[in-house]
């Protein structure tokens, strides 16, 4: 059902108010790794406002490679997060880690994201193809195109057709870099499937300076969207800084990503 044979026009998620996830528009999707204060959201609210960005990222469940490592502010930091997002116009993108965090999240969710841990928690997709929000499916840390794919036909399959696939980097045996951002699977899965491509060059590549340039190869690539971390201090931020933008760097990429695209 997710393949251009099925349907070859492309899926266009609506979230209302002129606001659209669709090819031949870029949409940015930006804001910290974890979701940490109230003042944090604010400010980065207020960059995005200024910067003409409609989505924030940013998580409450963190899945963490230790259990030691910051967590997340859990379902009181996303009633926060939720609302003064809406106050501002800005539409939030959150993770959701296992079934039972779906219903008491989706109030205060516009979409959901599926991580890369979970791309293949077949219970969790099954569940997301009965809820009446967009999906962000990221693609496994070492999975493949077509196994991203069928997780993305889970979810459509369930009857929500509101989804969207992410290219996060996979884990390849190269070690300078965190992830190596799979840029062939841009123009792959734009011929494969309908739904909008969004590309994550923050965990793709892991390292703050590269963000940007990886970014502007995804668009040229055919990406419809660009998620990425930006923090007003990086080196502070509860989790991810290394890969994190300040407010200036993301500034910059925004001014540069909108030329690129222009050329695309
Ligand atoms: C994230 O977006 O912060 C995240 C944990 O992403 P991924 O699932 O791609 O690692
Ligand atoms: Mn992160």
């Known amino acids: 059902l997710v393949s251009r ?13 002129g606001l659209q996830v669709k090819e031949g528009e870029l949409t940015l999707m930006a804001g910290p790794c974890s979701i940490e ?7 980065t609210i207020d960059h995005l406002v200024a910067q003409g960005v409609r989505f924030m990222r940013g998580g409450v469940f963190k899945p963490r490679s230790s259990p030691y490592s910051f967590r997340g502010l859990g379902l009181e930091g996303l009633k926060m997060f939720y609302e003064l997002c809406r106050a ?30 979970n791309t293949q928690n077949f219970n969790l997709l099954d569940e997301l193809g009965k809820v009446d929000k967009p999906v962000l499916l990221k693609r496994g840390i070492s999975g493949t195109i077509d196994e991203l794919l069928y997780s ?13 696939l992410c290219e996060r980097g996979i ?3 190269e070690t300078a870099s965190r992830n190596t951002l799979d840029l062939n699977a841009i123009p792959i899965l ?15 590549i892991g390292i703050r300076e590269y963000v940007e340039p990886m970014a502007l190869a995804a668009i040229m690539a055919g990406a419809d969207g660009i998620i990425y971390e930006t923090h007003e201090r990086p080196e502070e931020a509860a989790s991810d800084g290394a890969q994190t933008l300040s407010f200036t760097e993301s500034e910059r990429m925004i001014r540069k990503m909108r030329r690129v695209f222009e050329l695309k």
Do not use: C
């Open 171 to 173: 884990r390849t045996y």
């Open 5 to 17: 044979k099925w349907k070859v026009n492309p899926t266009v998620i609506d979230f209302g108010d």
């Open 88 to 117: 501002n116009g800005i539409k939030i993108v959150t993770e959701v880690m296992q079934v039972s965090q779906i219903a008491p999240m989706e109030p205060y969710t516009d979409v959901f994201q599926v991580g890369a841990r």
């Open 37 to 43: 204060n109230e003042e944090q959201v604010q400010k």
């Open 152 to 164: 993305a036909e889970y979810i459509f399959s369930g009857g929500n057709e509101k989804l969207m």
């Open 190 to 204: 734009k011929e494969k499937t309908h739904l909008p491509v969004i590309v994550d060059p923050s965990h793709g």
